[in-house]
């Protein structure tokens, strides 16, 4: 399953030049468009801000909950396109002497992943204007990175393919029937899902190609160090949920009786894991290159570890 046909692969690699030059945005011009965030909508659809697991709370505060949660997303992707930037630098060196559409693919991908930062930034910080004080993300993009990028090229790539592919999903959550849903957040998630459908395509075949390169015991270390950056992303969200609770706490304007706290902080940590980790993990398509990639004990690690995230 690993072998690699190069002129279907050449030829997947120039589709994505196409569609990356067909629908390249601006981010004012196409995406802000003048707009401010309006704290009358939500920034979130429900089907990935998970309100309905916020039990004991009025319409209003569920709405400012996918407020918080459309801060947070703003911030998480801001921290995750820091190191998938790295990586595709770095992979991209493979292709410098070689296949120069390969190599153009990657630097287009690289240029529209260093914008989709900036858009974070400039959302993170357009809705820090309409929300409260005191929301706090302490997590250091660079830091992250760093340990990010400290593990094998295949257990990042597994990672990228998984946030590259969950993209695609909270697009169409964004596209489902829902009046009180920001325009502006919608947008983001559009103009987003539109340059990310052709990173998914990318990773799978440098995950692929990298992969057909692997001994059988490279391959195993890699499968757990996939694991470990999984728990490294779910101990964000842990401390991204607690900070995230406790805000809405702060911020909601009542006090809480003694259960409702930490089930406020379940719920957050459910919504996380479900945007950040099983939305991709469970796409079909990943499933479908991962068990390429792997052996049936391999993919059953894998499994056995996401099951403990519930
Ligand atoms: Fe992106
Ligand atoms: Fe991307």
Redo the contacts with the bound molecule.
């Keep these: 399953m690993n072998a690699i046909n190069p002129i279907s692969d050449n030829q997947r690699y120039a589709r994505c030049i196409e569609s990356s030059k067909r629908v390249r945005w601006d981010l004012d011009a196409d995406v802000i468009r003048g707009r401010r965030f309006d704290t009358a909508h939500k920034f979130l659809p429900d089907g990935l801000s998970l309100v309905d697991a916020f039990t004991t709370l009025s319409d209003e505060e569920k709405r400012f909950v996918s407020q918080i949660q459309g801060r947070t997303y703003a911030n998480v992707?801001g921290l995750v396109?820091r190191f998938?930037n790295a990586k595709v630098l770095e992979l991209s060196r493979t292709h410098w002497l070689g296949d120069q559409v390969a190599l153009e693919a990657l630097v287009r991908f690289s240029d529209?992943?260093l914008k989709?930062?900036a858009l974070f930034r400039r959302i993170e910080t357009m809705i820090g204007d309409v929300l409260p004080q005191g929301y706090r993300f302490d997590i250091d993009p660079d830091a992250v990175a760093r340990v990010v990028l400290g593990k094998s090229t295949w257990a990042v790539l597994a990672l990228t393919l998984d946030i590259?592919l969950f993209?695609q999903l909270h697009y169409r959550q964004s596209i489902e029937p829902d009046a009180e849903l920001s325009d502006l957040f919608k947008d983001v998630f559009l103009h987003?899902w539109k340059?990310?459908s052709q990173?998914a395509i990318l990773d799978e075949l440098e995950w692929v190609r990298h992969d057909a390169g692997l001994t059988p015991e490279e391959r195993d270390r890699a499968v757990d160090e996939f694991i470990e950056l999984v728990a490294a992303v779910d101990g964000i969200l842990q401390a991204q949920a607690k900070a995230d609770a406790g805000y809405f706490a702060a911020a909601c304007g009542r006090t809480m009786g003694e259960t409702e706290p930490p089930a406020i902080d379940a719920a957050f940590l459910k919504a996380y894991r479900w945007q950040y980790i099983h939305s991709g993990a469970r796409h079909p398509h990943f499933g479908k290159v991962l068990s390429s990639l792997v052996t049936e004990e391999q993919g059953h690690r894998i499994n056995a570890a996401l099951a403990t995230l519930q």
């Design positions: 992707f396109e998938i529209e992943e989709h930062q590259e993209t987003h340059e990310e990173h």
